[in-house]
């Protein structure tokens, strides 16, 4: 099985995502997760829930922000109301969570998501053996590492497939710290569109933007592992993330539906060269003009990851 799980920045583009095909749709509130298109509240995540059930689509809530004390209390209800809500599993990364998770016996499945530190089979099946029923792999983990890691690992592993791939987080607000030093106030949202380079390195444009969890910084290039796809159902990990942050509106959607066709040709076996260069050139053409697109890790020797 091949699963789909697409971000979403609005009921009207879940629905959207829904109707295209998409697995699962990940989403949540910035309070309690990470770097997402939008921030839902329970209401919402209650109305996009009952759309996707309706559609035979899954959603997952996103519950991996870096939890302080002064968030902390406020998981146990969060939690509780998503299982409420119906939502078929949530995305930890803090042991503190899941500690609360397991403690207070909320009904919630859980994949662990420790982002960038999720990078060995021991790590995952040390979560699986107290609950966890998936786990996120780190987006630098590539084929060579990941050839190793798939045939040891014991429950299904998510893996970036499409989009901005995240390299730093700091729970500090480093841009704004940076623009009160030179006495320039400026909008360190995403919306901003601030980016970094490396110096003497002008072709490097990391995107950069601050919210409610700190200073989140993402690689130069987006991620886009079309031309990989085969080689990950011949290793077994075929649980897909797609991100939408830094792609909006209808063209995220097109592209979905681009690996929906990529997901069914391979189900199908009538994956070729010839459908694949296809598709790679509708990706290149919908995703926005002013973010370049690579394969990231996944081409690299091990070795050259330091």
Not at 154 to 183: M, W
Not at 280 to 291: D, F, G, S, Y
Request: net charge negative.
């Amino acid at each position: 099985m091949i699963e789909l799980i697409a971000t979403a920045e609005s009921i009207e583009q879940a629905q959207a995502l829904i109707e295209a095909g998409v697995d699962t749709l990940y989403i949540g509130e910035d309070f309690y997760g990470l770097r997402l298109p939008t921030s839902f509240n329970l209401e919402e995540i209650e109305k996009i829930t009952k759309l996707a059930h309706g559609g035979k689509t899954q959603i997952c809530v996103a519950v991996n922000a870096i939890m302080h004390n002064d968030r902390i209390d406020f998981v146990g209800p969060y939690l509780k109301k998503l299982a409420e809500i119906g939502v078929d599993r949530v995305a930890i990364g803090d042991p503190g969570v899941i500690h609360i998770l397991k403690t207070e016996k909320i009904p919630l499945p859980f994949v662990y998501d420790a982002q960038i530190m999720v990078t060995s089979s021991k790590q995952i099946n040390f979560w699986v053996k107290r609950g966890a029923t998936g786990a996120v792999l780190a987006r630098e983990l590539p084929y060579d590492e990941l050839k190793i890691l798939a045939p040891k690992i014991d429950v299904p592993a998510e893996l970036l497939v499409y989009g901005a791939t995240c390299i730093h987080q700091s729970k500090r607000p480093l841009v704004e710290n940076y623009f009160n030093f030179i006495e320039k106030p400026e909008d360190t949202s995403k919306n901003r569109g601030l980016f970094i380079s490396e110096p003497k390195k002008p072709e490097t444009h990391y995107s950069i933007y601050e919210d409610i969890n700190g200073t989140h910084i993402f690689a130069t290039n987006d991620l886009n592992l079309v031309s990989g796809l085969e080689k990950l159902v011949e290793i077994g990990l075929t649980q897909w993330k797609l991100e939408g942050i830094f792609t909006p509106g209808q063209d995220f959607v097109e592209i979905v539906k681009l690996f929906v066709v990529a997901k069914e040709a391979l189900l199908a076996g009538i994956w070729n060269v010839s459908l694949l260069e296809e598709l790679n050139q509708k990706i290149v053409a919908l995703h926005p003009e002013k973010r370049e697109l690579d394969e990231g890790f996944f081409i690299k020797d091990p070795d050259e990851v330091k």
